[in-house]
């Protein structure tokens, strides 16, 4: 079963174990870059595993922007021995949960950006209602969810 946990001492080494495969290292930075940044922004946002039982397979982090307000998720990745198993589906799914509990403040709206090259992302996201904003940067599409 799919859960996430909270980053910490105890399993960070695990999320800089993590691997992409080589195309797809374009598509998200590594866990240690986005920790760093949970470090910088640790009063507004969460770093998680995600967990298939006591394996970490992934790694995403949720950070409030209390300027628009509104919930991003940055750096969601699966390794590339777990891809193709349904648990990027799932862990997104978890994600959403987490973000429902407004965990930093009040807001329904769920942010995210991603490659236009990674199609398999943005189906996943697109399949769960984030839809494209028409924000380009680069690369990257804004894509956003209205939560109830």
Excluded at 45 to 58: A, K, L
Excluded at 91 to 113: C, E, H, M
């Amino acid at each position: 079963m799919i859960n996430l946990r909270k980053i910490t001492e105890e399993n960070f080494i695990d999320a800089f174990n993590l691997k992409l495969a080589s195309e797809q290292e374009r598509f998200v930075s590594h866990p240690i870059r986005s920790l760093a940044q949970a470090y910088v922004y640790r009063e507004q946002c969460q770093p998680f595993g995600i967990y298939e039982g006591d394996t970490m397979v992934g790694y995403v982090m949720v950070i409030y922007d209390y300027d628009i307000p509104e919930y991003d998720i940055w750096h969601m990745m699966i390794d590339e021995s777990n891809q193709r198993r349904g648990y990027g589906r799932v862990a997104l799914d978890r994600v959403l949960d987490y973000i429902q509990a407004k965990p930093f403040g009040s807001s329904n709206r769920v942010t995210l950006t991603c490659n236009r090259d990674n199609i398999q992302a943005l189906n996943l996201y697109k399949s769960r209602g984030f839809t494209e904003t028409g924000a380009v940067d680069e690369d990257e599409i804004e894509l956003s969810l209205m939560m109830q």
